[in-house]
């Protein structure tokens, strides 16, 4: 049974830092290092919507437009976890952050296979 458990969450002023941790727990279908792995955000009153992803048989990362040059995704392949930093937090990055794995790529929201049970970010003006 894979589980994902997130943590890093909270409450921060605008212009402030937070990173957030995403541990894989369990035995994927593939090694941790050629999953995709990414973040979705839910803000309040709308739809989930993509973050940031990295898809192994392309080594590409992909940011959201909004978040591009102020968060990073990485991942550390021995402890099985993936991180996300985000720099100079607006508060329109305030959301339900969930981290997001699929034994290909975690672009296509709807066929991502494990999900994280979410952790909040709220970034206050």
């Known amino acids: 049974q894979v589980q994902l458990v997130e943590s890093g969450g909270g409450t921060i002023r605008a212009g402030g830092s937070l990173r957030l941790s995403c541990a894989i727990t369990?035995?994927?279908?593939?090694?941790?290092?050629?999953?995709?792995t990414g973040w979705y955000r839910q803000p309040p009153g709308k739809e989930r919507e993509f973050v940031a992803a990295?898809?192994?048989?392309?080594?590409?990362?992909d940011y959201a437009n909004s978040v591009k040059g102020r968060f990073t995704l990485s991942r550390d392949n021995a402890k099985n976890t993936m991180y996300l930093q985000m720099s100079s937090l607006k508060p329109e990055d305030t959301g339900v952050y969930y981290c997001a794995v699929d034994p290909s790529s975690v672009r296509n929201r709807d066929a991502v296979r494990y999900w994280g049970q979410g952790t909040q970010v709220t970034v206050a003006s």
């Open positions: 990295y898809t192994w048989s392309s080594g590409r990362t």
């Open positions: 369990g035995r994927p279908s593939s090694p941790f290092r050629t999953l995709g």
